[in-house]
């Protein structure tokens, strides 16, 4: 709902001197701030009575757009639908309530659900050891990189400076490279999508870090040449770093670890189910393989006998964090972990797989397909099939907001211009995703015969079509009273 009175901000629906409160006579006398303390005028808030308050703010929340609301295929974000259980194991009061400075006698339940997921995870990726402390992905991958220039540095290889990532990769990638210090040279594709060996055997010697991949990778391909590539890599004394953000597929299925890497993150918010979007909140836990272990940040959780410890404060090794990272989000992934168990965690993979591969199929007559082979949990159309109508990519998204779907990533990957990155996720039922390839398939038919309904969209939303570029030139991130 989105009427006169409530979709306003709630500064213009203040009005002097209304109150949402009344508080008890005072009967404790005053206290006057010292001088220096007290503000010049009064704070300009909004006086709202309680009513319009509730209703503008449940208002607002009706505009947003989330899993729960419909259906959110929005390539590499994995947003597959959170069970209300884990809602309700990350707010029990034994953890939420936990202060993290706690003894570490009081808060046993706690350690274990860390030390038992860093367990879990190194069982599914077939690594040694995890830390949970990053606060996301892209905080993992540095955490990863950071590392590896440890284990080089322990060595007395100090040359090592330079990270290979592929031009595919998403922007955290080189993006992480370049905050931990380290120089980004990037390897190419082949025309079907995959890292290209033969440019990556020029790119080897021994100021090589690491090589980071993404698989499958961010055009959803698995990439096959991965015991070629790890050879190679390794032979020049690199380490292979493993962005596991697009675990989703391969859960159950194959394992990092078995593969060659030797450092990677997960995306807890993305694979093991977290709401996330608008930046947070997220958990990128890292793994290491065998022998890599003590390059791990502190604080860690060690078992002994039947007690749970806090171990490594005080050692020199890396901290990426105070105290052990986005707690609820381990509590969600943990309750996620345990309600699937080991059988029901292998079909998350092959459904999510078969979902994405049906709506490619379903649609490649009227979306162009760069690239045809089949996919994993997600897949790249480059735009409509049928260039001559002037629709874009940008259209197509903003008119799927007019039916009531999220739109895809759009745009990214950077490989191809009309890049429309669809990820169903195995949560969806086969209705919802007929429904949506129709609307697909309705919004191609309307490219064609009635173009300017669609490059005019959104129509049906509160906020029509946004000026982006005008946004990102000259974005206005506070609020400033007219009349001031
Ligand atoms: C999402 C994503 C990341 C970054 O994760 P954040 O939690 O957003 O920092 C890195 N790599 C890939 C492939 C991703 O999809």
Redesign the pocket.
Known sequence: MNNRLYGNLIFELSHPGRRGYSLPNNEFGHYELPEAMRRNEDAQLPECDELTVIRHYTNLSANNFGVNNGFYPLG???MKYNPIINEEVAAMPQFAALHPLQSEQTCQGALQVYYEMQKSLAAITGLSEFTLNPF??????LTGLMIIRAYHQSRGDMKRTKVIVPDS??G??PASAAVCGLEIVEVKSTADGVVDTEDLRGLLDDTVAAMMM?NPN?LGLFECKIPEIQQLVHECGGLMYY?G??LNPMLGVCRPGDMGFDVMHI?L??TFSTP?GGGGP?S?PVGVRKGLEQFLPVPKVAKDGDTYKIVGCDEGNIHVGEFFGNFAVMMRAYAYILSLGKEHIRMVGPLATLNANYVKESLKDVYALPIPTVCKHEFVFDGLKDKSTGVTTMDVAKRLLDYGYHAPTIYFPLLFHEAMMIEPTESESKETIDAFIEVLRLIADEAKNNPEEVKTAPHNTPVGRVDDVLAAKHPILTWKQMNQ
């Open positions: 590499s974000c994995t996301a992905g892209a905080h993992g991958e990769a998403h955290t990638n993404t961010t962005d953000a697009n995306n918010h993305k996330h997220g990128g």
